[in-house]
């Protein structure tokens, strides 16, 4: 479901809609798509992604797919939003004769469409294929310093978990019946707070549905922490520094008042609950403190600092 509908739904007080994401009973959040394929023109236009005529792609022989390697290092939102412009993803290996392939031609370090931003441990593509390919290289994935989410191939041919952040070209792949997502306007907007590569805008004081408006306005959503160390840059101090309790993209399926689960659908795998998880109520929403990074169930009418993240794409 299109992220404006169902959290508009939720503003509403409808609450959320059938396959809208909700807590299983044990923590955590994630991160989700903050805009949605294009379609074809028209029903009876075929679909053509400019990628497919962009000279600037190789097709791989005996396929219908084509590279591209970005000219310029950049950290791996960015990587993401390089390809989508051209109607492409992130690499997405599928075997080892893709993988073979992409070493042969390139031959040096750049970004795969593959993270765990949504959970840690759970690697996922960019362009949502389930594929189970993997070729780490040794001991890796290994999540060092416990902030390593995206993936790259190195020259030998192996893949590494790193920092989001780090500076790598972006090998962009092209399929004929791909719809790449729309870069939401946030990507380009000023007054963003950059970190880990990813860009978080703070709101002045209002309501949750407010925030949740705002946020949505700048195709993005309230903040969805996927671990501790996101969850810890909203405090004083930190990366983001809110300096304020601020809202969070938490809110109670009416379906299910003993659930919560996140506006913009992701799934609910991760919390920090300020004590024990508290049962949802009507018309109360979760906010983080600032100045220990606990969250809190309060009403959504409350008048706080909200924090907008911008996503690229799916991560």
Same mark, same amino acid.
């Given at each position: 479901m299109d992220l404006r509908v169902l959290t508009s739904l939720i503003i509403s007080g409808c609450g959320f809609a059938p396959g809208a994401a909700t807590d299983s009973g044990t923590g955590s959040g994630g991160d989700a798509p903050a805009s949605v394929p294009d379609a074809a023109p028209d029903g009876n236009s075929p679909f053509t992604p400019a990628c497919m005529t962009n000279s600037a792609y190789t097709v791989r022989p005996t396929t219908t797919h084509r590279f591209r390697l970005m000219s310029a290092s950049a950290d791996y939102d960015t990587?993401?939003?390089?390809?989508?412009?051209?109607? /492409? #993803?992130l690499a997405q290996i599928s075997d080892a004769s893709e993988n073979t392939y992409v070493h042969a031609t390139y031959f040096q370090d750049f970004w795969l469409g593959l993270n765990d931003l949504t959970t840690e441990g759970t690697f996922h593509w960019t362009d949502?294929?389930?594929?189970?390919?993997?070729?780490?290289n040794g001991n890796e994935p290994n999540n060092a310093l416990n902030n390593e989410d995206c993936v790259y191939m190195d020259f030998t041919g192996l893949w590494n978990d790193t920092a989001c952040d780090n500076n790598r070209k972006a090998l962009c792949e092209c399929e004929?019946? !791909? #719809?790449?997502? /729309?870069?939401? @306007?946030?990507?380009?907007?000023? %007054?963003?707070?950059?970190? #880990? =590569?990813?860009?978080?805008?703070?709101?002045?004081? +209002?309501?949750? @549905?407010?925030?949740?408006?705002?946020?949505? =306005? +700048?195709?993005? !959503?309230? +903040?969805?922490p996927s671990d501790d160390n996101e969850n810890a840059l909203i405090e004083s101090g930190g990366?983001?520094? @809110?300096? @304020?309790?601020?809202?969070?993209?938490?809110?109670?399926?009416?379906?299910?008042?003993t659930k919560w689960g996140w506006?913009? =659908?992701?799934? !609910?795998?991760?919390?920090?609950?300020? =004590?024990p998880k508290p049962t949802p109520a009507a018309g109360f929403c979760g906010k983080i403190e600032k100045n220990n990074s606990q969250w809190q169930s309060v009403d959504c009418t409350t008048?706080?600092? %909200?924090?907008?993240?911008?996503d690229p794409g799916t991560p």
């Open positions: 990587g993401v939003e390089a390809c989508e412009k051209d109607g /492409a #993803h949502r294929e389930l594929t189970p390919y993997r070729d780490f004929p019946d !791909y #719809h790449a997502p /729309a870069v939401p @306007a946030c990507r380009s907007m000023a %007054g963003a707070k950059t970190t #880990h =590569g990813r860009k978080y805008f703070v709101l002045d004081t +209002m309501s949750w @549905a407010e925030a949740s408006q705002a946020c949505i =306005g +700048m195709g993005g !959503y309230l +903040m969805v990366d983001i520094n @809110a300096n @304020a309790d601020a809202w969070l993209g938490l809110i109670q399926d009416p379906g299910d008042p506006s913009n =659908g992701s799934p !609910y795998l991760y919390d920090k609950w300020d =004590g008048t706080i600092r %909200g924090v907008c993240e911008c």
